[in-house]
């Protein structure tokens, strides 16, 4: 008898716990649970938050671009040189929103991002040198040479970039029923890329100025200087924009129901793209104005309002290489928080034919008498106008998602 009573005890407690667990007899008979055999939500949208580490190519590029011209210099008389000698590892906060989907029967995906970014407090070192003849015949034959050994240093830097990238995914292994390998893929995509540099800094000078091989400590020329020390004010701005497809390998696998491992590794091919560069150089005063002479004072006021610039449009070509990291803990279900690792390297190959002075700043050189100077300024760069610049970077990043 006491079967049977154990037998209709368990009958009538059986239906209350299917119910209070919200699944069917038909499941509940069964000999597996029900939860682990759903399927897994690869699908996600996210919330980024990632640190960068920006050795950049726009802090570089600009003192290529004053080199650019050097056939220019040579043609009025002049040498000159630009040497980077410390370029600043940027560091940099960013954000991201973006959506990975994978299709029903897992064969394909796609993912869309939005990103943007914001780096500051880098420093920058350059030196320089210049060498400027000049011969005036009137009233007498004067021989005039300038030479100037300087050092730039940039303390107010600033970079920030905003990205638009979109990629679809084919997973050539989805037949396997190892979770291990079927989620390799090949992706294919395109992306899209505008990032903004801005330098202000800071020009020390020591000047060496003779005529007729002896050395002047007053007397000012167009664009020369008076043996003694020197001081500039400086600031580049340089815009570049980026278009470019992408090609790579991905993979992911989940590892039991709550952790996954990804990786990429993409080429960043046939990029286009480019900008427009400004750079502008103002003396600032280090000593009272000459007074004896007022031609001489004229000279003196000419080269402090004067300013050295240069600006102009850049084309450019891109070609790069990025791989990725990441670990997903799925607390849920539905959510998600993965922590990625990425490092990514652009080559630019930039053409400057059209960088020249501005046009008031060349005119100055001809007011003043400086007729080869106002020639070289006006001209298109005399040779190869083609710089070269390596962008790297390091990113470190946390993210969540809503799985679906």
């Known amino acids: 008898m006491n079967w049977i009573k154990k037998t209709l005890l368990l009958a009538l407690i059986a239906p209350l716990a299917l119910e209070a667990q919200e699944i069917s007899v038909e499941d509940a008979l069964k000999d597996r649970p029900i939860g682990p055999e759903a399927p897994l939500k690869y699908s996600a949208g996210y919330v980024r938050l990632k ?6 190519a726009l802090t570089k590029v600009g003192f290529e671009f004053l080199n650019s011209r050097l056939l220019n210099d040579l043609a009025a008389r002049k040498t000159s040189g630009q040497f980077l000698q410390k370029n600043p590892i940027i560091r940099g906060l960013g954000g991201e929103i973006g959506l990975t989907a994978v299709s029903d029967d897992e064969t394909r995906g796609g993912h869309f991002h939005f990103g943007y970014f914001k780096g500051r407090n880098g420093h920058l070192y350059s030196s320089g040198f210049a060498r400027n003849t000049k011969t005036y015949t009137n009233p007498i034959t004067l021989a005039v040479v300038n030479i100037e050994d300087s050092i730039s240093a940039y303390d107010d830097l600033s970079l920030e970039g905003m990205e638009l990238e979109t990629w679809s995914e084919y997973y050539f292994m989805h037949s396997t029923k190892n979770p291990y390998f079927k989620f390799f893929g090949l992706r294919f995509g395109l992306g899209a890329s505008t990032e903004k540099s801005r330098m202000r800094g800071y020009k020390a000078s020591s000047v060496l100025t003779t005529e007729n091989g002896t050395p002047t400590t007053t007397n000012y020329y167009p664009g020369i200087l008076p043996t003694g020390p020197a001081l500039r004010l400086q600031q580049m701005d340089y815009r570049q924009n980026d278009l470019y497809l992408i090609a790579g390998l991905s993979y992911r696998a989940p590892i039991g129901r709550m952790h996954e491992l990804d990786a990429s590794v993409e080429s960043l091919l046939f990029g286009v793209g480019g900008g427009y560069y400004e750079f502008s150089e103002r003396l600032v005063p280090t000593g009272p104005a000459p007074t004896s002479n007022p ?6 006021i000419s080269n402090l309002s004067a300013s050295t610039s240069l600006e102009g449009p850049v084309a450019s070509i891109l070609q790069g290489l990025r791989f990725r990291l990441g670990y997903t803990f799925k607390p849920s279900e539905t959510v998600g928080i993965r922590i990625m690792y990425g490092q990514t390297r652009r080559s630019y190959t930039m053409y400057t034919p059209k960088i020249k002075a501005r ?13 080869e100077g106002y020639v070289s300024r006006t001209i298109k760069s005399i040779g190869v106008s083609k710089v070269s610049v390596v962008d790297l970077r390091r990113e470190i990043s946390v993210e969540i998602q809503s799985r679906y």
């Open 51 to 56: 640190s960068l580490y920006i050795d950049s």
């Open 359 to 371: 046009d008031e700043d060349a005119a100055a050189s001809l007011i003043l008498g400086d007729i």
């Open 295 to 300: 031609i001489n004072t004229a000279m003196y």
